[in-house]
């Protein structure tokens, strides 16, 4: 081997921050839609930090970089490879696109193949995507090949080729590179030669020199070559006459033939060691001389055993078969090892109709098999089902007759006459008439799990798969190989997601990059079933970690639709084993559009298209002041849960989509004769929301569950546009807030979730009439902002003096790498120097306390519960039911109060309404900032349940707008602890009309309703929003509620002449504690504004 072609191009990457700068620069420039299409930082640059953190812990046989003077261009690493010990893996492969074209992958890929021949690798793979243009090419001229039935892995025998020692000759004279010869396209290379799929390399050199290699696709290994060099020749080949072996039911004849075209005789040997699910008979010589010109040949038989685990290339593209033979052969001094193997297959195929099924305790089902014959010969056979006691099964006994490639369909019935516990095990047995007589080729169990409301089942399916099962999931496993699940299925919403090594696990430190040991070992496997649980328990022992047992169990717990991993950890060694990691892998491809996750106190939403938390969230599990993330699909409410141990935790991964949430443990050291158990992760599989998977964190972790709990979810990203004074905390820019009557001071506030910081430009366009340092637009550039470092940007901002309060048309763009996020801006204008008048009246022994202001205008009453009576424009109607100082009956109520009355209802209190009429309410003047109106006050005494709470209705309006404030507040000064429901409720009469068209939003599109005759409940969503419309002058009144963590407004008609509307939650109050909820009403002409309002603040300033 030479470094012809990679001298001075390739180099061993040093773990040292100055190259850890170097790989970032190059990891960076990667985002190139061409070199990786969607881009490989996702948003979230490399730093040197970063990548010393991550390349440290992990396990490479060499990481490989290419360089030009001081800078690194690309990148190549080495690793194991997964399943199969005698291959090489290349996992990052990639090269600056300003250096591309100049050989430096082409370097990469060389070092990478003489990396792994040193390594006595006899191939290296690697995947790529079939689109991948430019990067194809180079990889078939540097030896690799696509393999058929796969998109796209790549491999490459060059290792196995140039370490051998029968070539050792040759290519100590011609460069491998330079001298290896193939045709480019851009297609799978599905060579046949003999009916045999393989592939082919050739290499030339001068003078007639020629190397020719023939690989067995099945046994990924060379099974012939051709050599000439000075003239001399020698061939060997080993051939079967197919690549398809039967398990049970025929044999396959296998040739050898050397032949010498040498000037000499040419003595040989041979020996041949199957693997053990192959059977193999050998005839003719094992050793002897070869004549010039001639010839010698062996020739034997292979045989699949019965229980060998078959594999349906259609499905299963890539794995290297266990069913070939080694072919170690001398020929004169050189000696060299051939491989030829078999895919073992079913000549018979009995799958079941459902593919999974399941009875009920007691109950009776129609099965179908479905019996397909894989050959290309007529077949005859029967298969024979004997059930257990209390079981009838009708035919026990079926007898086909199937031509080449026919498949049927059997129904087979199946009746559970008495209690036989949760799994029908029957035996199935398999005859095929071989040369006239009947050949067993299968005998197993034929498992069906017995499931009613509740219950725990592990069985081995017909299918030769693990099937972990519930009343609600079925997990699915391979028996090869036994890493991790390849799907569940939530069977009440008959949905499936598929996936690969699904909560599998892997051993450090370090971690491997690519294949770990425990993904190549074959450990034993234990089924056992418990009364409210099943488990699947898996036992290995490690080479690489010498006197290291693991025992790993997959738990499904009945009734929590719970997945468990739990590692036992075993030192059985002498010596003390140091340096222990442990963490959970696998991908799932199923897709989820909201994401939670507790982070620092809070629980962030990550519900952006483009960021899904893997590049974005923080890595230091400390970061998590809970263990669970929680993603799903919002129509369907498909929900996913990942729930970790606190313990030993150290890093995360942690994403919404394909990945598997990661977590990362460090484990103390174990002497020898320790243990540990660990559970590495819980999946929750179900419906519903995010709080599902919270509760059954806390319950694992005996948290207590509260009775009431409010949290304001927190986003991904957040922006503001608010006074610079305020220390209150908004998810969204709109509506801003300004005074007209001064110049104010505000603030332009971002925050991103992401750990590592990352750039920004925002572009600000003002609503109409506003400006910012004069102008209506603003450009401004983030050079860091992450979840440590904040943005925040000073704007004076002025308003115009025209008399419009509400202000539309602008809009705020900020662009990142990986995301563009866009939100139309708003404005509410007010002016604070408008004159404030306040009165008040006497009416019937009652008081009325009016405000005016800006041409609108509020009233309240102490003595109606203090109840707002009035809200509207400035000596007009109110635009809420309106019969003061009359308290009369209205529909189901016998009295009812004008305008918005409270809402407080003792825990299962039904009469709450007379108690509260008792109490008695003060009422005060009320200012907070702008903000001006009323507050009134009681410390109840009369109501059930309620007694000794003291409670507060705000009531402000902002001068010069139609927006009012309302909030109601409740503090426990009682000994004792409350779970009163709080709100109001109001009639509106927008336009004076008794019923009007009502809006509001569901699941993100807006709804209108029309009233009739009939009653109708209309609850908003989240979205908190609602509107009125008069038919007669089509003023609109919108309610909106602040608060967006549960569904609490309601819009309700009651009759055709008769409509309600009311906010209103159940909470629970410990002593001394307080709550509030905080809305808005408001006037308006169009139902635009109140959209566009939504999303006004809980705290006003």
Known sequence: MTDKHTQGKVRDFQLTIEDGGRLAECLNSFDDSDSWPGGFTQGNPFTAQRVLDDWKKRKDIRVLVAYTEDKIVGHCNVCEASLDTEAAYVGLLGVNPNYQGQGFGKALLIKAAETAAKEGKRRIDLHTWGGNLK???????????????????????????????????????????????????????????????????????ENGDLLDVTVDREAKGICGFRLTLDGQTSSVKVRPTTHTGYLGYGKVPVELVIENGQ???????????????????????????????????????????????????????????????????????????????????????????????????????????GIRNNTANEIKGEIVLTPPENVIVSPQRIQFKLKPKEAIEESVSISIEDDIGTLLSQDFTLDLDYKGSLVRVSSKQFNIPVLGMKGAVVYKSLDNRIILETENIRAVMNLRPTHGFIGFEYKPLNRYVGGGEVMGVEIGYPFPAEGGEWSRLTPEVELENCDDY?????????????????????????????????????????????????????????????????????????????????????????????????????????????IWDAEHAQDTRLMRGWNVSRVEYRLPDLGPGESITKTSLRMYIGDGDWRKVRALYRKLNGIAEPITEIIDLRSD??????PKTSEQLRKLPTPIIVDRSKVNEHELRLRVIHETPIEAEIRLKLPDGLQVDGKNELQLRVNEVGIDKPFSYPLKITASNDDSWFHKNGEIEIRFKSRIFRMPLTAVVFDSSLKVDRTITEVESVHLHSLNTGGYSIAACPEHSGSLVRFGEEGAQSVLYD????????????????????????????????????ETWDITDEQIGAWVGFRTNAR????????????????????????????????????????PLLGFRGIPMPGGDLCSKVYTEKEGQRVAYEPHAQGADIFTGRSNWGAYESPSDGTVLGIIAAYKWDDILYVETLSEKAQIFGVRERRALRRDESTSITSYLVITQDVDTVELLKDLPEVIE
């Open 534 to 642: 099943a488990d699947v328990r898996l036992v290995g022992d490690f080479q690489e970690r010498t006197g290291l047992r693991q025992t790993l169990t997959y738990r499904l717990h009945s009734g929590s639709n719970l997945v468990e991993s739990i590692s036992k950890l075993e030192n059985v060694g002498g010596s003390k084993i140091e340096n222990l990691g442990l963490r959970n892998i696998g991908w799932f491809g199923g897709v989820f559009d909201q994401g939670f996750v507790p982070i620092r106190g809070a629980i962030y939403n990550l519900d952006s298209i483009d960021w899904g938390g893997y590049r974005q969230l923080p890595k230091p599990a400390k970061e998590y002041h809970e263990t669970w993330i929680a993603m799903h699909r919002h129509q369907e409410k498909f929900l996913l849960g990942y």
């Open 940 to 979: 109840l005494q009369y109501s059930p349940g309620l007694k000794g709470v003291e409670a507060s209705l705000r009531y402000l309006i902002l001068p010069g707008t139609p927006l009012l404030s309302v909030k109601i507040s409740l503090s426990n000064a009682s000994k004792q602890w409350k779970r």
């Open 883 to 918: 019969t003061f100082p009359i308290v009369g009956p209205f529909v189901w109520w016998d009295r009812v109060y004008s305008g918005l009355s409270p809402m407080l209802v003792g825990w299962q209190v039904w009469d709450w309404e007379t108690a509260l009429r008792k």
């Open 263 to 369: 000037d000499e005789d040419l003595s040989y040997s041979l020996e041949v060691t199957p693997e053990k699910d192959l059977d193999f008979q050998l005839s003719g010589n094992t050793s002897g001389i070869i004549p010039v010109g001639e010839s010698a040949n062996a020739t034997g038989l292979y045989s699949i055993s019965t229980d060998t685990l078959p594999i349906d290339r259609e499905t299963n593209a890539d794995e290297k078969v266990s069913t070939y033979a080694e072919w170690s052969i001398k020929l004169g001094g050189n000696s060299m090892s051939l491989y030829s193997g078999l895919i073992p297959s079913e000549a018979v195929t009995v799958t079941s109709g459902p593919l999974f099924p399941c009875l009920t305790p007691l109950g009776k089902k129609e099965i179908g098999l």
């Open 135 to 205: 990067a194809l090419p180079l990889y078939q001229r540097t030896g690799y090949n696509w393999v058929p039935g796969t998109r796209v892995l790549m491999e490459s025998h060059i290792p196995g080729i140039i370490g051998n020692s029968m070539f050792s000759d040759f290519f100590e004279r011609y460069n491998w590179y330079d001298s290896f010869k193939r045709e480019i396209h851009q297609e799978v290379d599905d060579v046949v030669e003999d009916d045999l799929g393989v592939f082919k390399y050739r290499f030339e050199g």
């Open 717 to 722: 990203l957040e922006v503001e546009i608010t």
